[in-house]
């Protein structure tokens, strides 16, 4: 890093975070807005430099800083533009790195927030000193970066790595995505998936405890299957099976040293790594069995996107 500072931007659906990063990680301040405020991009633009200004001036200016790396939802790292991101309320093809790169006169880049997140632990986290790794993002939906020979895999147009929108399940029964497919891995493996298939055995009447939650969350079943809820230690082994079959399927296209896993549902892993790593060793190819580490995220509890996002310019 030839600067004091890098701005790490996490623009998410409700809030957009602005930290500034030094070249330890360390986050030494932040600001946010909310993202839903301001339908006019051009107001947006104007919001996040009042925003970030008092921080840049709060570490002692441009100057020391290196440059703005961004991650957002649907965003394309070529042409720095946010393209039809359902979740954020700007429609068409958006140039928000061009924007505010001649707004803050600085470099700025930006790439979805799960390529965010691999370069992320590649700088910071599980995959220091790594060149060959998979991140998978288990949230409200599941992301994914993927990085080969160092670098990020971004594909002909920038939107490749969707590992979330692979088909896992193709019988008729299969869950409809809200990607338009069927049979997605996001619909078992999401927190949403999680709980979808709690329900499941819940409405097929296998006793549990979780009959008497209100509002099932990834959360309150991992309560459960720490109580011994057969029924809850069951969804995260199918969820761990879901993922292991996934990954063995991924390793023959970039045979990576690590998949490392970040998400709320990531605190149930001693629940969802066993039959993970069972699975995966069961169906990946034989030249692939037991080589590959499954990591758990080293930014769980530190701000990954800002620091991913960070990541991106140095």
Sequence with gaps: MSHQYLIGVDLGGTNTVFGIVDSKGNIVCENSIKTQAFPDIHDFVDACVQCVSPLIE??????????????APNACFYTGTIEEAP????KGKV?????LSERLGMKVVMTND????????MAYGAARGMKHFVVITLGTGVGSGIVVDGRLVYGSDGFAGELGHMIVDNSPTARQCGCGRRGCLETYCSARGIVRTAQEQIEAGHPTLLSNVKEL?????????KQGDEVAIETFRRTGETLGAACANITTFCSPEAYIFFGGPMHSHEFIFPSLIDTYNRQVLPIYRNRCRFLLSELMDRNAAVLGAAALVA
């Design 87 to 90: 979740n954020l309320p700007w």
């Design 95 to 99: 140039p928000l790195a061009q924007m």
């Design 58 to 71: 709060q570490v002692g200016g441009k100057q020391l800083i290196g440059g703005m790396g961004i991650g």
């Design 114 to 121: 799960a390529n965010a997140a691999a370069m992320g632990e």
């Design 217 to 225: 969350s990834a959360l309150e079943i991992y309560k459960a299957a």
